[in-house]
């Protein structure tokens, strides 16, 4: 009797786990399927211009996105007329 | 090798060639000048490497021959020779006796077969120019060559010819100055020459005669009448100046160069810092027929410039690091110049009113 006992309580626990591994699929389905469009949406962005603001937004922090001095640190305040063309061409685009 | 000369003739040939004495000691024989006496002739000969200078002057050669002395004692000692006749001799262990009326010296010199081989420029093709002119070009371009020496396309000048003339652009990225001179050439070539080696250059030309100028792969050959000055060329792509040249513009003011010169350096007086690279910041606002230039240093005072100008266009304020604008207007010849601006963030031009060949554009600063 006591085997059977603990035999039924090893397939309650089984079932629970069951369960909750079922639960767990539909959850990790539910985020993959997020994900995708997120990943979708912000591809989409970067495709109309986000790349650009990337590079406004490095200048801004004070680095060079100039071909010459790309990824350098700018000294402070100045400002560097190869970068500022090439942030003035992008916006004009 | 044994010749006979005057001190004068001596020195000059020891001063033209000094400046491209090494100073650096990974080759000590670079440290000296190079002898070579053939067909009454004398020739200098001194390089480090990158700039190298061959000077000849005429002497009498009483038996043809080399020898490689050491610029710190060879130079200094000719410099204080009498004026008379003056013998140098060379000995079998590679020294050189010189024979000032009754008495000698004797330096130890090199080998004049280790010294290094000039390169030789067989390229015809020339471009000549008045002296003065270029010296004059370079002096208005070297004022934006960059000090950094992280990336070496900026510490050079570059050199543009094309069947327009010659163009001469240097910048540092806060600032581009542009000269050009028009003439005809069938040339057409775009290299980059070490700014220093320019400078060096305009110093040793004579200004009444004129210099060739010519290219080869990797060199460039400067040549006056006796001089001859070679350099290496900075390898590497110039970044396209045309496209941050404005072309057009908000507000154009028209002063005279002097009393602007003049009120910027009393404004930057005030907020002149010692660490050269820190900005000494003035404000410049117009207001009717003036330009007024303020600058402000808390601790140490406030100073206010009004300067009449013509201004066409909008108002404006706009901050500008003040050593930029003066080292500008310093070398404009003109009586007076245009600043010509758009918005207090794109950069200013500078432009003297007369010509049109020379620009000095200047990247704004940014204050809250």
Same mark, same amino acid.
């Given at each position: 009797m006591k085997i059977t006992e603990k035999l039924i309580q090893v397939e309650e626990q089984l079932s629970k786990l069951l369960s909750e591994v079922q639960e767990l699929k539909m959850q990790v389905y539910a985020l993959e399927e997020q994900n995708e469009t997120l990943r979708k949406k912000l591809y989409e962005k970067k495709d109309t211009g986000e790349g650009f603001g990337n590079l406004a937004r490095l200048y801004e922090e004070g680095f060079h996105i100039c071909p010459a001095h790309f990824g350098r640190y700018r000294n402070e305040g100045e400002g560097c007329l190869f970068c500022m063309s090439f942030l003035k061409k992008g916006e004009s685009r | 090798m044994k010749i006979q000369s005057d001190?004068? #003739? !001596?020195?000059? *040939?020891?001063?033209?060639?000094?400046? =491209?004495?090494?100073?650096?000691?990974?080759?000590?024989? /670079?440290?000296?000048?190079?002898?070579?006496?053939?067909?009454?002739?004398?020739?200098?000969?001194?390089? #480090? !490497?990158?700039? *190298?200078?061959?000077?000849?002057?005429? =002497?009498?050669?009483l038996?043809?021959?080399?020898?490689? /002395?050491?610029?710190?004692?060879?130079?200094?000692?000719?410099?204080?020779?009498?004026?008379?006749?003056?013998?140098?001799?060379?000995?079998?262990n590679h020294s050189a006796t010189i024979t000032y009326g009754e008495s000698t010296i004797t330096i130890s010199g090199y080998d004049s077969e280790e010294f290094p081989v000039l390169p030789e420029i067989t390229n015809k093709q020339a471009i000549n120019l008045p002296a003065d002119l270029f010296k004059n070009m370079v002096k208005q371009v070297s004022i934006a060559i960059s000090k950094d020496e992280a990336r070496p396309i900026f510490n050079g000048i570059l050199t543009e010819i094309s069947n327009n003339g010659l163009k001469l652009v240097a910048t540092d990225t806060h600032r581009l100055a542009y000269r050009s001179n028009t003439f005809e050439t069938k040339l057409q070539l775009k290299e980059i020459i070490p700014g220093k080696t320019l400078v060096e250059v305009s110093k040793l030309l004579d200004p009444n005669n004129p210099v060739s100028i010519c290219f080869d792969q990797?060199?460039?050959?400067?040549?006056?009448?006796?001089?001859?000055?070679?350099?290496?060329?900075i390898e590497g792509q110039f970044p396209d100046y045309t496209q941050v040249i404005p072309s057009s513009y908000s507000t154009n003011i028209r002063l005279e160069t002097r009393a602007f010169l003049n009120a910027l350096e009393r404004a930057s007086l005030l907020v002149r810092d010692s660490a050269q690279d820190k900005a000494n910041v003035i404000k410049i606002s117009t207001s009717e027929n003036y330009l007024i230039i303020n600058s402000n240093a808390p601790d140490v005072g406030k100073i206010h410039e009004k300067i009449p100008a013509h201004i066409e266009g909008e108002e404006i304020k706009i901050s500008f690091n003040s050593r930029y604008l003066i080292d500008a207007l310093k070398v404009i010849e003109d009586e007076e110049v245009y600043l010509q601006l758009t918005g207090s963030l794109s950069p200013g031009v500078i432009k003297p009113v007369s010509q049109d060949n020379y620009l000095y554009l200047i990247l704004p600063i940014r204050t809250v």
């Open positions: - | 001190k004068s #003739n !001596l020195a000059y *040939g020891v001063q033209m060639v000094q400046r =491209a004495v090494s100073t650096k000691n990974t080759m000590p024989i /670079l440290e000296g000048i190079l002898l070579e006496a053939q067909n009454n002739q004398i020739t200098f000969k001194a390089t #480090n !490497l990158e700039l *190298g200078i061959i000077c000849s002057v005429s =002497a009498q050669v038996e043809p021959g080399s020898i490689v /002395l050491p610029a710190k004692y060879f130079g200094e000692l000719v410099k204080r020779l009498p004026d008379i006749s003056i013998i140098i001799e060379t000995n079998a990797n060199q460039v050959l400067f040549q006056t009448t006796n001089v001859s000055i070679i350099s290496r060329i």
